[in-house]
């Protein structure tokens, strides 16, 4: 990393993908192409969780190759006076799959909707059974995070 005195640790990196909202799933399709979208995630159990349509352009490329990166930003302010921005980022490194036993998509469909419905365990529970067949589960095993800050 160039500016070192903006490096995060591991644990401030993870925190921030914890507080982020949202983020962008970079992955490349078999030509080489890069392909980046932005998606809800969730932490669980040391990897992070995402949802999908069960086929498309996103799953096409984890088909032929799993390694992908994950980018949140937090904390973002533009500074116009200083021309920069104050912000808070993390990058996870990892492989993705897709989660084909029924009780680990469901634990993972099941973590991310109480992750943004957290009182709410009847409602997920609901969409949960109207959308299981029609929707994927992916779990990035994340191998590298890192974290960059201006506060």
Known sequence: MRRGDRELSEAEALDILARAEWG???????????????????????????????????????????????CVVTAAEALPLELSTRYESAVVF??????????????????????????????????????????AALRIEIERVTGKARR
Do not use: Q
């Open 24 to 70: 962008v799933l970079a992955t490349v399709d078999l030509d080489g192409w890069p392909y980046a979208i932005p998606m809800n995630h969730a932490l669980l159990d040391g990897g992070l969780i995402l949802h999908s349509a069960p086929s498309g352009h996103k799953l096409d490329n984890l088909a032929g190759e799993a390694k992908v990166s994950y």
């Open 94 to 135: 990892g492989r993705a799959r897709i989660l084909a036993e029924p009780g680990e998509k469901a634990a993972a469909l099941r973590a991310l909707g109480l992750r943004f419905a957290p009182g709410h365990p009847e409602l997920v529970e609901r969409e949960l059974a109207k959308n299981f067949a029609r929707t």
